[in-house]
């Protein structure tokens, strides 16, 4: 059983920093891609980045420039550096390993941009 936990998520204010952490219960190297999704009520969650086990990066546009996915194989833990929030980055951000055809989600973890 593939277990993924967030972490790092709270109340930070317009212009603020956070890093979101996602803990694998298995080896992240064994891992094809990993990806960080948002969701607000009432939405449909939505991708934000993701990361391969070849490093390759990927970003939502809303994103670019002020997020950074990166990975810690010895930690088996993927990292979301979120930089110059603003109030529509708030939501509840998951993770989710995709291995072969199956996906595995975490819990969430709320961000809260407010002043």
């Known amino acids: 059983q593939v277990q993924l936990v967030e972490s790092g998520g709270g109340l930070v204010q317009p212009g603020g920093s956070l890093r979101l952490s996602c803990a694998t219960s298995?080896?992240?190297?064994?891992?094809?891609?990993i990806g960080w999704y948002c969701q607000t009520p009432g939405k449909q969650r939505e991708w934000v980045a993701s990361?391969?086990?070849?490093?390759?990066?990927n970003y939502a546009d809303s994103v670019k420039g002020r997020f950074t996915v990166s990975r810690d194989n010895a930690k088996n833990t993927v990292y979301l550096q979120m930089n110059s929030l603003k109030p529509d980055d708030t939501a509840v951000y998951y993770c989710?390993?995709?291995?072969?055809?199956?996906?595995?989600w975490g819990q969430g973890t709320q961000v809260t941009v407010s002043s």
């Open positions: 989710k390993a995709q291995i072969a055809t199956v996906d595995y």
């Open positions: 298995i080896s992240i190297s064994s891992i094809f891609a």
């Open positions: 990361i391969t086990n070849g490093g390759r990066t």
